[in-house]
């Protein structure tokens, strides 16, 4: 059976055109962590990414050891996305610059049958393979994003402003306002590996909740 690769498959969402474009985004499976800190600079941020690797990669991985839940099929673990916020505001990507005060909704995509019994058999799992990490910091979540604009932004991460003010003028320009709320927020879509890849090639989706006037 051929692997389900993620980001070819669902191009509308991971392959948007640098240009800003209006999407419709259904619910999907996510395991989460969430916190606060800079992530450039906090541990709390690089052990939520342990955490959520290492219980997607279990699951992905199941097949080995023969544990793998009814439904599976081969799959590209999908990228790493984020939700960013701030305490007292709704963040828009560029009103908040000290980065300390961000807090995130990191997150991955699972396939839709990982279910609650399949992701606790998970976090079991990955305490025994890595105690030092606490895999109960996590959540197994439906998410259901909405209507939104979203661009591809080339680039570091921090000149991604160029790319917000592209989306702010084209959902205004469309007849849209944006429509951040507590469960609506800035996301972020990981699609380049920053270890791996030079500051002005990075490939991020940015995405913004929207509504019509």
């Given at each position: 059976?051929?692997?389900?690769?993620?980001?070819?498959?669902?191009?509308?969402?991971?392959?948007?055109?640098?240009?800003?474009?209006?999407?419709?985004?259904?619910?999907?499976?996510?395991?989460?962590?969430?916190?606060?800190?800079?992530?450039?600079?906090?541990?709390?941020?690089?052990?939520?990414?342990?955490?959520?690797?290492?219980?997607?990669?279990?699951?992905?991985?199941?097949?080995?050891?023969?544990?793998?839940?009814?439904?599976?099929?081969?799959?590209?673990?999908?990228?790493?996305?984020?939700?960013?916020?701030?305490?007292?505001?709704?963040?828009?990507?560029?009103?908040?610059?000290?980065?300390?005060?961000?807090?995130?909704?990191?997150?991955?995509?699972?396939?839709?049958?990982?279910?609650?019994?399949?992701?606790?058999?998970?976090?079991?799992?990955?305490?025994?393979?890595?105690?030092?990490?606490?895999?109960?910091?996590?959540?197994?979540?439906?998410?259901?994003?909405?209507?939104?604009?979203?661009?591809?932004?080339?680039?570091?991460?921090?000149?991604?402003?160029?790319?917000?003010?592209?989306?702010?003028?084209?959902?205004?320009?469309?007849?849209?306002?944006?429509?951040f709320s507590h469960s609506r927020l800035h996301?972020?879509?990981?699609?380049?590996?920053?270890?791996?890849?030079?500051?002005e090639k990075l490939k991020t989706v940015i995405?913004?909740?929207?509504?019509?006037?």
């Open positions: 059976m051929e692997k389900l690769d993620y980001k070819k498959e669902y191009k509308d969402l991971y392959q948007p055109k640098k240009t800003p474009s209006v999407i419709d985004v259904p619910e999907m499976t996510f395991i989460t962590v969430e916190g606060k800190g800079n992530p450039n600079t906090c541990t709390e941020y690089k052990n939520a990414l342990e955490i959520l690797y290492g219980l997607s990669f279990t699951i992905k991985m199941s097949k080995m050891n023969g544990t793998q839940p009814e439904g599976y099929f081969e799959y590209t673990v999908p990228p790493l996305e984020g939700l960013w916020f701030c305490d007292g505001i709704f963040f828009d990507g560029m009103n908040v610059t000290d980065k300390d005060k961000f807090k995130w909704i990191s997150m991955i995509r699972q396939p839709d049958f990982v279910t609650e019994k399949v992701f606790e058999q998970a976090r079991t799992a990955l305490s025994k393979k890595k105690p030092q990490l606490d895999p109960n910091k996590a959540k197994l979540i439906k998410y259901t994003e909405g209507l939104c604009v979203q661009i591809m932004h080339i680039g570091s991460y921090d000149s991604e402003g160029e790319s917000i003010l592209k989306l702010k003028a084209f959902a205004e320009e469309k007849g849209y306002r944006e429509d996301h972020e879509l990981y699609l380049s590996d920053p270890r791996r890849c030079a500051k995405r913004h909740p929207i509504a019509k006037k």
